[in-house]
C-alpha cells in the first residue's frame, strides 16, 4: 500500500499511510541562541541573516521514473513556464498528532501556456508550487531529490493537487510536482524542447506538441485521482484488510489516521510556535540549546 502511494507523491508523508523512504541527521555543535531574530522570519529559506543550522536532516524519496504518457495520464495540471522568486520555507505540522514538523519550500512559477487542466492559469498566471524541504532557525531538510527550481530557469511542469490535509497538505491554492524532480522538465536552450530528467530512453525530449498530443490521447476519466487524497487511501487501506495484508489493529490505526486526514486540513507553524517545534527536535536529537548571556 505504502509503495504505491509513494510512487506517485513526492511528499515527505506521514508515518503509517506514506513514509519517506529513508532520512539520516547530520549533527552540527550548538551555537548561543542568536539574539535579534525576528520570529516572523523564522521560516523564510532564503534569509541571508539566519546562523548556520544546528541541525540537518536530509530526506530521501523515491524518485520514480515516467515516461510523457504516463507523466500526462496522472498530472492534473500540465504548464510551462519560468520560476520568478526563490523559495519561502514553511513548516508544517501534520494531521496525524504523533508525526513530526516538516519543512516545505513554496515558489512562484509564472505560466506561459496550459496544455492540461484550468484554463485560469492562462498565459502570466502565477502559481504556487510547493516542494519537500527548507529551513527554520535552527533545522534544516535537504531534500536532494527535488528538481532545483532556480530563478529565471523555463519548466515544462506536471503538477498536482491535494484535496485534504494528507501529505502534510495545508489549505490553500498550491500544487505539488509529480514525482519529485520526475514532473519537472527543464528547457533545454532557447527552443520549444524539455528534458525527461528520468533515466527513461524513450520520450527524452519533448516539445509542447508533443504533450499536447498525449494528453488528447486520455480518456475522459484519467488517472489524475490516483495521485493524492486521503478517500483513495482509505478505499487502498480497506482492499488490504479485505485481502489479509493489514492486520485488525493496523487497520484501525491506518484507517483513523485516513480518516482525519480526509476531514481536516495541516497548519503551518509561525513565530513561537514554529521556534518553539524546531527546539524540540533539536532536543529530540541530543542537541541543548545555550542559553545567551
Not at 74 to 100: F, Y
Amino acid at each position: 500500500m505504502a509503495q504505491s502511494r509513494a510512487r506517485n507523491l513526492c511528499i515527505a508523508a506521514v508515518a503509517c499511510i506514506a513514509v519517506l523512504a529513508g532520512g539520516s541527521l547530520l549533527l552540527k555543535t550548538p551555537s548561543p541562541t542568536p539574539s535579534g531574530t525576528d520570529s516572523a522570519q523564522q521560516t523564510r529559506g532564503t534569509n541571508a541573516n539566519l546562523p548556520e543550522p544546528l541541525l540537518v536532516q536530509e530526506l530521501t524519496e523515491a524518485d520514480p521514473s515516467y515516461s510523457l504518457d504516463d507523466a500526462a495520464a496522472r498530472a492534473g495540471l500540465i504548464v510551462t513556464g519560468t520560476i520568478v522568486s526563490e523559495g519561502a520555507s514553511l513548516l508544517v505540522k501534520p494531521v496525524h498528532e504523533d508525526a513530526d514538523p516538516r519543512f516545505f519550500t513554496d515558489r512562484t512559477f509564472k505560466v506561459d501556456s496550459v496544455l492540461k487542466g484550468s484554463p485560469a492559469y492562462s498565459k502570466g498566471k502565477g502559481i504556487t508550487l510547493r516542494t519537500p524541504g527548507g529551513r527554520g532557525t535552527y533545522v534544516e531538510m535537504s531534500n536532494g531529490s527535488a528538481p532545483e527550481l532556480n530563478q529565471g530557469d523555463n519548466y515544462l511542469l506536471f503538477l498536482y493537487s491535494i484535496p485534504d490535509g494528507s501529505s502534510y497538505n495545508t489549505e490553500g491554492d498550491h500544487y505539488y510536482i509529480l514525482g519529485c524532480s520526475s514532473g519537472a522538465w527543464k528547457q533545454a536552450g532557447e527552443g520549444d524542447a524539455y528534458v525527461n530528467p528520468s533515466e527513461l530512453e524513450d520520450n527524452r525530449n519533448v516539445t509542447t506538441d508533443d504533450v499536447t498530443t498525449a494528453v488528447k490521447k486520455l480518456p475522459p476519466n484519467g488517472d489524475e485521482d490516483s495521485n493524492s487524497g486521503a478517500q483513495a487511501t482509505i478505499e487502498q487501506i480497506e482492499q488490504d484488510y479485505q485481502n489479509g495484508s493489514l492486520s485488525e489493529e493496523a487497520y484501525r490505526d491506518y484507517l483513523e489516521i485516513a480518516q482525519k486526514e480526509a476531514s481536516s486540513f495541516a497548519t503551518v507553524l509561525t513565530g513561537d510556535e514554529a521556534l518553539a517545534a524546531e527546539e524540540e527536535m533539536l532536543g529530540a536529537s541530543g542537541i541543548e540549546m545555550q542559553a545567551t548571556s
